[in-house]
């Protein structure tokens, strides 16, 4: 599965909203985007993914650029629970292994 | 939506015993299933992936007579750490996939076991 590159750590108010990058320059036409968070000492919780069409849930947004290369989550009014280290990963989806890379340490400040 | 349920949440033990921990799709089905283990402050390292009816895959590095894997149901999968010393202490999360709504969802994870070994 092809890498991803994200910034170690990110700061977001409270209210606003908090928009995380990530780069996979090296995706596959046939890998998807997934994203996922982790809470401190829980296990992680699926959020989001995506192919090539920007997606919607009741959790976030994910935008992908046209060429796939990089994406960005965006949690549209960022409480304090959402305080978490955020993992963009790229799989094929079905039961394939997902690559975790360090993720993004995202710290919601009031 | 999907649950996977983990015990224990903790555990203590000495160097030198056993220690099981139980992942459990509670509503839905799981032919695979995975293991993970997490050292602080660093990211998940899958350590075996564990499948129904057959014998589990592990990772490189991964000592398969030390970290045994049942898989004996389709809701039920164990780790179990045989031996166990202090370099074992460490966070296990398993998680699973609901197949039966898509090849494409994501995954479900544990809420992970804190593993002490004193």
């Known amino acids: 599965d092809a890498k991803t590159t994200q910034p170690p750590s990110m700061d977001c108010a409270e209210g606003r909203a908090a928009n995380l990058p990530c780069n996979h320059s090296?995706?596959?036409?046939?890998?998807?985007v997934y994203w996922y968070r982790q809470i401190h000492s829980q296990g992680p919780q699926y959020i989001i993914h995506?192919?090539?069409?920007?997606e919607t849930n009741e959790m976030a947004s994910l935008i992908i650029t046209e060429d796939r290369k990089s994406s960005t989550l965006i949690l549209p009014h960022a409480t304090l629970r959402d305080t978490a280290v955020y993992y963009c990963?790229?799989?094929?989806?079905?039961?394939?292994?997902?690559?975790w890379g360090a993720g993004t340490k995202l710290i919601i400040k009031p | 939506g999907a649950v996977v349920s983990q015990h224990p949440s903790r555990v203590i033990c000495k160097s030198g015993t056993s220690v099981k921990i139980e992942c459990r799709s509670l509503?839905?089905?799981?032919?695979?299933m995975f293991w993970y283990r997490q050292f602080p402050k660093q990211s998940l390292m899958l350590m075996a992936t564990?499948?129904?009816?057959?014998?589990?895959?592990?990772e490189q590095g991964v000592e398969k007579d030390k970290f045994l894997i049942n898989h004996a149901s389709l809701t039920l999968s164990t780790l179990t750490v045989t031996s166990a010393h202090p370099e074992d202490s460490s966070f296990y999360i398993c998680?699973?996939?609901?197949?039966?709504?898509?090849?494409?969802?994501?995954?479900?994870f544990g809420s992970g076991t804190r593993l002490t070994v004193v």
């Open positions: 998680s699973a996939r609901d197949s039966s709504t898509g090849d494409l969802n994501g995954y479900t």
């Open positions: 509503d839905f089905q799981a032919t695979t």
């Open positions: 564990s499948n129904e009816g057959s014998k589990a895959t592990y």
């Open positions: 090296t995706i596959s036409g046939n890998e998807y």
């Open positions: 995506g192919l090539k069409n920007n």
């Open positions: 990963i790229v799989s094929r989806g079905g039961n394939y292994q997902l690559i």
